[in-house]
Every structure is written in C-alpha cells, then in structure tokens.
C-alpha cells in the first residue's frame, strides 16, 4: 500500500509541481492512514463491526476511513491539522479513482472539518525592534548570519522555506533585490531595505567568510558546519531570540512574516502590490491581513472612546 502513496507523491512533485514541505506532509499523513487501516478496525472508534484488517487501497470504505478522522479527534489533534489531514487523503482517493486503482472513491460523501478562521498574530513595530536588537547584539558570524536573517525577513515578508533557499547568486545588493522561488515554483523580485542590506554585506563579507568550508557552497545562509542551514535551524534560532527579547513563546517564522504584510498595509501598501510581494497565488490570502488590520484600528477606536 505504500507503494501507491509514493506514486501519488511522485505524482505530486512532477504534475503538480508541490513543494518538498507539502510532499513531506502528504507523506506523513498518508503513511499514518495506511498504519490505520491495517490494523484491526475493532480497536478503533467508529467500526460498525468491521474488524479485518486491510491490505489494498480498494478495500477501504467510507466507515474505516471516518473511523480514521474519529481516530484524529480523539487523539487531541487541533482542528487545523485534522482539516490538513482529511484533505491529504481526499486528494490520493480521488488521485486512486482517477488511476483505475480503485473503483469508487470512500471519500467522494466526505466532508472536510470545519476551521474556524482565526486571524494571524502579528508583532507591533516596537516588538520587531526588540527581536532585531536582540539579534545586533551578537558580532560572532553565527550572529550576523541571524541578523541578517532576520532583518531581510522583516524586510522581505519571505517565508522561511524561501529564506533558506535562498542562494548567494539571488541576492543583488547594488540594486537591493533578492530572487526567490515561492510555491510552485512561481519566482518573484522582492525589493530588500537599505537596513537589511547594510546586515547582509556583512554577513556575506565577515560572517559568511567564516562560516563556509567549501568555495563552491552556493547557499546564502549556512550553519556552523558551513552546509545549508535548514528551516528547522532558522526555528531554532528564531526562538532563542524572541525569548532574548522577551517576546512570547509562539513566535514563528510566519509571524514575522505577518507582522510584514501588517506593517505593509499600515504604511499604505495596496492590496495587489503586497500580494505581489507575498508570492501569493490569490488576492483572498492577501485580503486576511486587511482584515486584521482593520480589527486592530477598531480596536483603538473602542480604547480611545
């Protein structure tokens, strides 16, 4: 049964040009259904008396399946994940039904967990300042990879898949633009401040240098091994400094790329210029942080009342 769940992920990759983060995703929720299924189905939530477990794709009906999805609930996963979840395996059903690898697809009746949309978290600007202050303080190289990490990201609005995927080759200081690759590939030009150009030829010039074990190493940002350094490092990294800073536990690389797309639109920014440089695909996505912003100006309104 893995088998199949490799070519829908082969599938993924070369058809539908899906990122590595979302191919790793689709793996993992994929895998953890197949592991389900094959158990015995009398152990689980839901069963209506089915109890063999199964070893073909097409032999998985509507009743094991929202078994799995009751399974996912009771296992305390927050609504957003199971949502992701069930959407994973309503792609490779109808991925199976289309193949001819099964006849009827059990997820054709299903429907996906509603998710109450809940508004991203943002930093104010005096936050932000605190976050990059806390990151100036360090002149080591590590140091000035991570403030200018930070202040090209404050600049930027990249998302941290971008940021670490970025090649020394993309950046262009004397014109201050970076080149990245977003999802499916779609490649933008997003302008860099002068703040985070000045953090970047240092970096490149003095921490880099020191950094980098091979000449040829084309990543902009690498670890203290001198390789690429990995989303996961960035996380690490971030989270260090925002408790350096006294910021809250929950600050992520997407929250500062919120506080970006936030502070855009307080200084003006249109809708489609910072949709633009979001690299997003729909001006929907673009539209949430208006409506944050909003919230937040009706806020004060009802303070200074």
């Known amino acids: 049964m893995q088998h199949e769940i490799e070519r829908f992920l082969s599938f993924l990759i070369s058809d539908m040009s899906s990122s590595q983060n979302t191919v790793a995703a689709y793996r993992n929720d994929l895998t953890q259904l197949r592991l389900f299924v094959e158990s015995p189905i009398s152990a689980h939530p839901g069963s209506n008396g089915e109890c063999e477990p199964v070893t073909e794709w097409s032999s998985v009906t509507r009743t094991r399946i929202v078994a799995f999805v009751v399974h996912l609930r009771e296992k305390s996963y927050a609504p957003t994940t199971v949502a992701r979840k069930v959407a994973a395996v309503k792609s490779f059903f109808h991925y199976l ?12 009746s299903l429907d996906s967990p509603r998710v109450e949309k809940v508004l991203p978290r943002s930093l104010d600007e005096h936050e932000v300042t605190e976050l990059l202050s806390a990151a100036s303080r360090d002149s080591s190289p590590e140091g000035l990879r991570d403030d200018a990490m930070l202040q090209l990201l404050w600049s930027t609005g990249l998302r941290v898949s971008e940021l670490v995927s970025l090649n020394l080759d993309d950046l262009d200081l004397s014109t201050r633009y970076v080149r ?7 490649e933008r030009i997003v302008p860099v401040s002068q703040e985070a ?15 980098v ?15 690429r350094l990995t989303r996961q ?8 400094y925002a408790r350096g800073a006294g910021l809250a536990e929950d600050v992520t690389p997407q929250t500062l790329r919120h506080s970006f797309a936030v502070h855009q639109l307080d200084q003006h920014t249109d809708l489609r210029s910072l949709q ?6 729909s001006i929907a996505t673009t539209q949430v942080y208006a409506q944050l912003v909003n919230s ?6 009802v303070v200074t009342v």
Not at 97 to 108: H, L
Not at 233 to 240: E, T
């Open 197 to 211: 150009k000045l953090s970047l030829e240092e970096y490149i010039e003095v921490g880099r240098a020191a950094l």
């Open 97 to 108: 039904t289309a193949e001819g690898i099964v006849s009827e697809d059990p997820t054709e």
């Open 213 to 227: 074990r091979r000449r040829e190493e084309p990543a902009l940002f690498v670890n203290h091994r001198g390789e």
């Open 276 to 281: 633009e440089l979001l690299g997003h695909a």
């Open 233 to 240: 490092g960035f996380w690490l990294i971030l989270k260090s």
């Open 180 to 186: 990245c690759l977003g999802k499916a590939n779609r």
């Open 296 to 301: 937040r100006q009706a806020m004060r309104e």
